[in-house]
């Protein structure tokens, strides 16, 4: 793997783990853990999120309005996060490993497929295509930067 591929995976990483700091500062159940460094096998699990399972509502209502009144609840779970290239398009060869390694993570209630700017049409039609059977997102990198910069904006907890 070449040197511009393995910086890129990283930072894609960390941005998404630093913005899933930002959340895990002001929401008291929320938390992840980081199994593998990056560039080594991790069955596509960069992150795991362990939350209440309402979250993927919650993170969906921030990144298409910018913001969310809904309260955290629910059995805690979860959701394994695979992170893409924080600038391209996903591709439909990330797709189709995504979707391969749902089956990998049976422990977990939901699959996230974050970062890009989007996915490509040929991918999005994959994943649609082959997921009816596990609850699936999909969040670009804009839409982790909204929802960070949401609950950045919160006070803190230990403020009130």
Not at 28 to 36: L, V, W
């Amino acid at each position: 793997m070449d040197d511009k591929k393995k910086k890129t995976g990283k930072k894609a990483e960390m941005l998404t783990a630093r913005a899933i700091c930002d959340i895990a500062l002001k929401e008291d159940r929320c938390d992840f853990t980081r199994n593998t460094i990056t560039n080594t096998p991790d069955l596509g699990a960069d992150l795991i999120l362990h939350c209440p399972e309402n979250t993927g509502e919650k993170f969906k209502e921030i990144a298409k309005a910018g913001e969310s009144s809904m309260v955290l609840v629910g059995k805690s779970t979860q959701i394994r996060i695979d992170v893409k290239d924080p600038k391209d398009k996903v591709q439909k060869d990330d797709a189709i490993k995504f979707v391969g390694d749902i089956r990998k993570h049976p422990l977990v209630s939901e699959h996230w497929l974050v970062g890009g700017e989007s996915l490509t049409a040929p991918a999005k039609k994959y994943i649609e295509a082959n997921t009816d059977w596990a609850n699936v997102r999909y969040f670009s990198q804009n839409d982790i930067e909204k929802i960070a910069a949401f609950y950045q904006a919160l006070p803190d907890p230990s403020d009130e």
